[in-house]
């Protein structure tokens, strides 16, 4: 049995993993973008049982259980043909539990690397400020705490598959298109 292609993509909120994601799904026919939160959003939007406990964490900046999450990528993935693609996971797995459920639900999966973007909260804070799309999580309070969360549940992640040889890190800072060719030097694309 073949196994789904996985690059994690981590960093921190503003730090560009879907303006990537996006220019990488743009460039190349072979990729995949899953974006937890987006696949959160629509949870939400649609009603989903879960939908109140995923805003209420959404508001709190905090992290949705991991059950709700693997399960939503687990699917989508299934949706665009489980085997056959390589997958951008982006925003996840965002804390242990995150990480310790994605290989205990999933079979085994195939995770080439995890993609960082390391960028500093200075920059973080502008771009997340400057982000023109409503969302209700995007005001300095929330803000505020999403920069915790990161820093004390998601920045021991990203340690994490620094020593399991598997990040890959990219300098963040700079113009879309600058960023762009660093990841792809770095994935060789
Ligand atoms: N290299 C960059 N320089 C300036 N602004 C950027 C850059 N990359 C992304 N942005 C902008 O910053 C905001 C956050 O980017 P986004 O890709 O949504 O980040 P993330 O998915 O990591 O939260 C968006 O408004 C985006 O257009
Ligand atoms: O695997 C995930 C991904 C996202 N989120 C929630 O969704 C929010 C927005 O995440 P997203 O990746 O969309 O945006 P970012 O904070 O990186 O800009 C986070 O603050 C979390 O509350 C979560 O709980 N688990």
Redesign the pocket.
Known sequence: MAFPRVIFILGG??SG?GTQCKKIIDTFSDFVHL????L?RDAKNSGSTAGELIQK??ME????PAEV?VGLLKDAMIKFGWEKKRFLVD??P?NDE?YNAWFRILPDPYVECCLFLNCEDDILVKR?LGRAEGRS?DNIETLTK?LNTYRDSTQPIIRRFAEAGKLIAIDAEGDVDTIFNRIRAALSL
Do not use: H, Q, W, Y
């Not at 974006?35 to 987006?38: F, I, K, Q, T, Y």
């Not at 900046?61 to 949705?64: P, Y």
């Open positions: 909120p503003g993993k974006s937890a939160g987006e959160l964490c959404m900046g905090s992290i949705v999450t925003g996840f965002r995150n997340i999580d999403r």
